[in-house]
């Protein structure tokens, strides 16, 4: 089982509306969650991260953590084409020997916002 | 500000052949990571500096692989007699050492293996 996992999609939403991107963790000593956004072509782009249970938002963008679903989400409200990007999850996770500094990526979700 | 820089961009290699990246990281960040990503996945761990110490280093990365951050600035990364299974983009990635370590990547390395 993968430690990261993610829709790969392709989600596609009409301009002006909520993108819901999820994803799901495996490993319960995961710390800290991060969300990127990564265009064809480019390296990933860190929009926000959350850590605590609930939501954190930062402009457009609301970040969702239920730690005891194991589950996070990011929202992306009036949805633009420049949205258009893969977005990826990442976590961090504490023990198995690792010195919390490696990040765990899903393979991404290919989001699509048509005019 | 002076972001993640990756040098070069682009490599065209034959099999068998070696090559170096280099990256420097954001100046005032002290650990530095190393990722590669294939097409259609994620990044994935290869291994990361806190200053000139190497942490960690993921039980995937052959021996051929090897990274070096000597001063604690910048860093290499060499693959040694490349094979067409090493094709990918090698991304470059700094932070704090302060939790939660957020990473910022360079525009990464996009090796070709002939």
């Known amino acids: 089982q993968k430690e990261v996992e993610q829709n790969s999609g392709p989600l596609s939403v009409p301009e002006g509306a909520i993108a819901s991107l999820n994803c799901t963790y495996s490993?319960?000593?995961?710390?800290?969650f991060f969300w990127y956004r990564q265009y064809s072509g480019k390296s990933p782009e860190l929009i926000m991260f959350?850590?605590?249970?609930g939501d954190k938002e930062d402009g457009r963008f609301t970040a969702q953590l239920n730690k005891a679903s194991q589950y996070v989400s990011l929202l992306i409200r009036d949805s633009q084409p420049s949205d258009s990007a893969t977005y990826l999850c990442?976590?961090?996770?504490?023990?198995?020997?690792?010195?919390?500094?490696?990040?765990?990526f899903g393979r991404g979700t290919q989001l699509t916002v048509w005019p | 500000d002076t972001g993640v820089s990756q040098d070069p961009r682009h490599k065209i290699t034959k099999r068998g052949q070696n090559v170096t990246f280099r990256c420097d990281p954001i100046?005032?960040?002290?650990?530095l990571y190393w990722y590669r990503q294939t097409l259609g996945q994620g990044p994935e761990f290869l291994t990361y500096?806190?200053?000139?110490?190497?942490?960690?280093k993921s039980r995937l990365l052959s021996d051929r692989f090897s990274a070096e951050r000597p001063k604690g600035s910048f860093s290499t990364l060499e693959i040694q007699r490349t094979e067409q299974g090493d094709s990918a983009m090698y991304l470059c990635?700094?932070?704090?050492?302060?939790?939660?370590?957020?990473?910022?990547f360079g525009p990464g390395t996009r090796l070709t293996v002939l």
């Open positions: 490993d319960r000593g995961s710390q800290s």
């Open positions: 500096f806190q200053n000139e110490a190497q942490l960690e």
């Open positions: 959350i850590y605590s249970n």
């Open positions: 100046s005032e960040h002290n650990r």
């Open positions: 990635a700094s932070s704090r050492v302060v939790w939660p370590n957020e990473q910022f």
């Open positions: 990442a976590v961090n996770i504490v023990g198995r020997g690792s010195t919390l500094g490696r990040l765990y």
